[in-house]
């Protein structure tokens, strides 16, 4: 029986990995991609083929749109169907506004919001009645609790804004879109033994990171096909911080 398929962009690490494992979990043969850590990808890729399930890796440049669009034709063309979209990759810096150039914006808007744009409205192409598009968005998205983080805060919130509009555009297909939003998550980037824990975690209700399982949990309901009644939506999984 042929499995559905799921696209995860940048799921070599971190939140992509563990997305990525869970829907493979979940009986989906998976396509991952990334940008530079092959071995990571391939290690993934085993590791969902140890499950029963199909794995792709896929090397792309998320910031063009180029990349972005191979990263759809690739999965279409070796699994010949596309039915579920994490748009996970993405980037984060910190920089005051009077600090920035405009490379910095265009690096900002063109990996964490064109991207998404792009993949999305190639993905639809393929996806069937109850496809399932999801967006890794972030909590900062509804709160900036510290400075330096306006260009990352604007791009993020523009995925709310997109969900919003393209679910409108898909509705009657039962296609549905959402935005899952992490708080500050325990990773190699952003570990919660680092030096930031403490100030990040205090911006939290729970006073603590999330796991990547947190999310990877949220997706894999979003997935599915009881969450048909949701689209459109912004989910915080963030311990609080935007409470």
């Known amino acids: 029986m042929t499995k559905p398929v799921a696209i995860i962009t940048g799921g070599s690490r971190g939140i992509g990995a ?105 993905a639809v192409r393929h996806l069937p009645s109850g496809g399932r598009i999801i967006l890794i968005g972030s909590t900062f998205a509804g709160r900036a609790p510290f400075a330096g983080i306006s260009l990352y805060s604007a791009a993020k919130a523009g995925l709310r804004g997109f969900a919003k509009g393209v679910a409108r555009d898909l509705g009657q297909k039962a296609i549905t879109i959402n935005v ?24 939290t209700a729970t006073k603590d990171y999330g796991q990547v399982d947190d999310i990877a949990r949220t997706v894999s309901f979003l997935a599915s096909s009881e969450s048909g009644n949701i689209t459109g939506a912004a989910i915080a999984v963030d311990g609080g911080l935007q409470a």
Request: aromatic share 6%; glycine share 6%.
């Open 180 to 203: 899952i939003e992490p708080g500050p998550i325990n990773t190699d980037m952003n570990p919660a033994d680092g030096e930031a824990f403490d100030l990040i975690s205090s911006f």
């Open 18 to 122: 563990a997305i990525a494992q869970k829907l493979a979990h979940d009986g989906f043969d998976i396509a991952i991609s990334f940008a530079r850590s092959a071995t990571q990808a391939n290690e993934i890729c085993q590791k969902i083929e140890a499950l029963g399930c199909k794995a792709l890796s896929i090397q792309a440049d998320g910031s063009t749109v180029e990349g972005n669009k191979k990263v759809i034709s690739e999965t279409a063309k070796h699994f010949g169907r596309v039915d579920v979209l994490v748009c996970n990759a993405g980037m984060f810096s910190y920089k005051n506004i009077d600090q920035v150039s405009v490379d910095d914006i265009n690096d900002m808007l063109n990996l964490n919001l064109r991207s998404v744009m792009v993949e999305v409205s190639e």
